[in-house]
């Protein structure tokens, strides 16, 4: 009779190094979070599930790892994927109250990393191995942009065109949510009470109509 034999295991495909290098900054990212630029790569391995010399395998040092979460964690690829499900949404108020919620999040993951690396040292600007970094402003012009297509729906009811109405909904957005280290005046608005005042000004029993 022929000998049974164990069927061998499968090994799982190995990972490119682009995938190990995003990996690694998706571990990294709530570590940053916590202890900001103090974090040792014993930390980072250790999260990634791998050993610390891989990290500089992926890496040329520490620097160069955080601003790679840093570029991670300023994309608004994220927040764009949530602003094209507001066409699910048939109300404009519905999909302005979705807005922002989505931008409302992104702005305080953002300011909330930028808080904890600048307390613990982090030189966004300082960088050893070149490359220009990526520049918020070209971020938020493409937030702009996806705002201002929640609004095009309704285009022909606004006071205004749906670009400058998605500029002022940023707006509102941005005073609303106090930088860290800022100082308070009492609590921050709710979604719906931000696109209310949008939509309908401050004044109370007041409609914005338009013709």
Request: hydrophobic residues 40%; glycine residues 6%.
């Amino acid at each position: 009779m022929p000998e049974e034999t164990t069927p061998k295991r499968r090994r799982a495909p190995a990972m490119s190094q682009e995938e190990r290098r995003s990996a690694i900054v998706q571990a990294t990212l709530p570590l940053l979070e916590l202890h900001g630029a103090n974090v040792t790569t014993s930390q980072i391995a250790q999260a990634a599930g791998i050993a610390e010399g891989t990290v500089f395998r992926a890496f040329r040092d520490k620097q160069e790892l955080i601003h790679a979460c840093v570029h991670e964690a300023l994309s608004p690829e994220p927040v764009i994927d949530l602003l094209h499900r507001t066409t699910d949404l048939p109300e404009l108020r519905d999909r302005a109250i979705w807005t922002i919620n989505a931008l409302s999040s992104y702005l305080e993951r953002m300011w909330s990393l930028a808080g904890v690396l600048r307390e613990s040292g982090f030189d966004p600007h300082e960088r050893k191995h070149g490359g220009k970094p990526k520049n918020p402003g070209e971020h938020f012009e493409r937030l702009h942009r996806e705002a201002a297509a929640v609004f095009e729906p309704d285009a022909d009811r606004l006071a205004v065109e749906p670009a400058l109405a998605a500029k002022l909904l940023l707006g509102l957005v941005m005073a609303n949510r106090a930088r860290p280290g800022a100082p308070t005046t009492g609590a921050d608005a709710s979604p719906e009470q931000l696109v209310d005042l949008f939509l309908h000004g401050a004044l109370r029993g007041t409609r914005c109509t338009t013709s």
